[in-house]
């Protein structure tokens, strides 16, 4: 079982940057693809960036040049360092693990979720 606890969000203003951090535990970290979503208000969560057991990357079109996405083993954390930020970036971020190489954004692919931290960017 893999404990995930999320941590870095808080409120910035639109322009600004902030980097977000996932603490895993309970698992070999290594062997399981990461992955960051958001959720807001009235809104379902959506996919934001994922990096693979192999450190391969992928992003949602709407952060891609924005947010990046790594990974250290050695300190079982992921990071979403996210740039320029925007109004609309305003969410709940969660982090999220799966055993599996997951293909495209659907969240059915995690098995493993954190609890969410909360990123608000003002205009």
């Known amino acids: 079982q893999v404990q995930l606890v999320e941590f870095g969000g808080g409120l910035v203003q639109a322009g600004g940057s902030l980097r977000l951090s996932c603490a895993a535990s309970?698992?070999?970290?290594?062997?399981?693809?990461m992955g960051w979503f958001r959720q807001a208000p009235g809104k379902e969560r959506e996919f934001v960036a994922g990096?693979?057991?192999?450190?391969?990357?992928y992003y949602a079109d709407s952060v891609k040049g924005r947010f990046t996405i790594s990974r250290d083993n050695a300190k079982n954390t992921v990071h979403l360092q996210m740039n320029n930020l925007k109004p609309e970036d305003t969410a709940v971020y969660y982090c999220?693990?799966?055993?599996?190489?997951?293909?495209?954004?659907?969240?059915?692919?995690?098995?493993?979720w954190g609890q969410g931290t909360q990123v608000t960017v003002s205009s």
């Open positions: 999220a693990a799966t055993p599996r190489i997951p293909i495209g954004a659907s969240s059915n692919q995690y098995n493993y």
């Open positions: 990096i693979r057991r192999s450190g391969t990357t």
């Open positions: 309970g698992g070999t970290f290594s062997s399981y693809a």
